[in-house]
């Protein structure tokens, strides 16, 4: 079988191990012309650990994996107004149990597939049935053409339609980008509230640096494509004056070597695949970081497409099992936690004040059930063992 994964960001390379392992010829085609490094850290929740387990990664993922002990809301003073520490809820918290930086579990991923084909600094511009065309000119057959390129997918919107149909925006954008370690997070990530919908965080990472974010609601959603000067233009005229560390987060931004800016989102796409194509994670579903479940649902979408794919005897078969698998898990991934943008960044003081109460009562009746079946999602599918993917593989070592 020959396949083509578009995008080599979390979900391709995941995938593109699985079948590679299964024997499948495969190439990954990424836009940008080398590994993105950018990224805070991300959460491997619930079955996506039992699928990286499988991989033989956890090992090389728990050695690499952020040493954050807890999540704080904090005020312009530093006070902490609610804070969770990382082993509530039995480590599927706020903070999760795993927490790896998005850039080192995607370099994992690249650095676990050395017989996959990568080719940087290209991408698709048409597909006809198998036939795939690329930006560079050349034009190839394959079986398969798996479309895990991100909430901006490119083979989405040439096999499956125009963004609009799939993508909702939800009112806001967010810049991450590395800083130096303040030295005083103690491995806890700090995050602040500003009235008129402004966010801004910091995370504790390996090493003597931190990774800040800032978000900010905005009802305009036409900014996703600035350069990057255009998008710390507008971060820093949205997030001046709104208090906190965020004076020192903006001095440090145009220095970060691995500044990342996108609008907030959620994809829903109602049948994953058109003929040949399908979709695989943010491509095809996406809860948008505010959902926390991106990073699991690619991890645990990888095997799954590839597992379905070496059982059935054709791809479109193979796609139907595979959504059908998923359907349950990737609908309550999508879900917004309560209160969705608005509590994530309140507008005013007092809906600031009462997303501090409500953290505070989180782990109390009755808000723990509810607290507790959002975050039990990421457990909601039971894997299937897949023959064809089972073959026993050392871990790869990995040289520092
Ligand atoms: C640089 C970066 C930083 C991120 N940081 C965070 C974070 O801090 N927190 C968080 O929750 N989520 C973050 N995300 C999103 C997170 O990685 C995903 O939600 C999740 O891991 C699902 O992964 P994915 O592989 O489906 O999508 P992504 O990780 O977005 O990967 C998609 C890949 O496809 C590539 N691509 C896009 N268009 C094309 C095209 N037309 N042709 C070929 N390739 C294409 C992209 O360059 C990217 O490498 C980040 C994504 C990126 C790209």
Not at 274 to 291: E, F, H, I, N, W
Not at 292 to 297: A, D, I, Q
């Amino acid at each position: 079988m020959r396949v083509l994964i578009s995008g080599a960001g979390i979900a391709g390379p995941a995938c593109a191990f699985w079948l590679h392992r299964a024997g499948a010829e495969v190439t990954v085609v990424e836009r940008t012309a080398e590994p993105r490094p950018g990224g805070h850290a991300v959460d491997v929740r619930g079955v996506a650990r039992t699928v990286v387990e499988r991989m033989g990664l956890r090992e090389t993922i728990r050695r690499r994996q952020v040493d954050e002990r807890g999540w704080a809301m904090v005020d312009g003073t530093g006070r902490r107004l609610a804070e969770m520490p990382a082993d509530a809820f039995g480590g599927e918290g706020i903070v999760a149990e795993i927490e790896i930086a998005r850039g080192d579990l995607a370099r994992i991923l690249l650095d676990a597939t050395p017989g996959v084909d990568y080719r940087f600094g290209d991408r698709v511009t048409a597909i006809d049935d198998r036939t795939v065309t690329f930006a560079s000119g050349g034009t190839e057959r394959y079986d398969v053409v798996i479309g895990a390129d991100g909430v901006h997918s490119g083979v989405r919107e040439l096999a499956f339609g125009p963004r609009e149909r799939f993508v909702r925006y939800l009112g806001g954008y967010t810049a991450y980008f590395t800083v130096g370690d303040p030295g005083d997070l103690d491995h806890w990530m700090l995050m602040y509230n500003a009235p008129g919908g402004r966010v801004a965080y910091l995370r504790p990472k390996n090493g003597c640096t931190a990774k800040a974010g800032l978000s900010f609601r905005h009802p305009d959603p036409s900014y996703e494509r600035l350069t990057r000067a255009d998008a710390e233009r507008l971060v820093s005229d949205r997030m001046t004056g709104a208090g906190w560390r965020i004076p020192e987060l903006l001095a440090a931004m145009p220095g970060a070597g691995d500044f990342y800016f996108d609008s907030i989102n959620q994809v829903r796409v109602d049948r994953w695949w058109r003929g040949r194509a399908v979709l695989l994670g943010d491509a095809g579903y996406c809860g948008s970081p505010l959902a926390g479940l991106g990073t699991s649902m690619s991890l645990v979408g990888g095997y799954v497409l590839a597992g379905e794919l070496t059982r059935a005897a054709d791809p479109e078969r193979a796609f139907a099992t595979y959504q059908d698998a998923m359907a349950d898990y990737v609908e309550s991934g999508l879900e917004l936690p309560p209160g969705g943008m608005a509590m994530f960044a309140p507008m005013s003081r007092t809906a600031i004040r009462l997303r501090a109460f409500s953290t505070r009562m989180m782990t109390r009746w009755p808000s723990r059930q509810i607290a507790e079946r959002q975050f039990s999602k990421a457990e909601r599918i039971t894997l299937r063992d897949y023959p064809a993917l089972s073959a026993q593989i050392d871990e790869p070592v990995q040289h520092h």
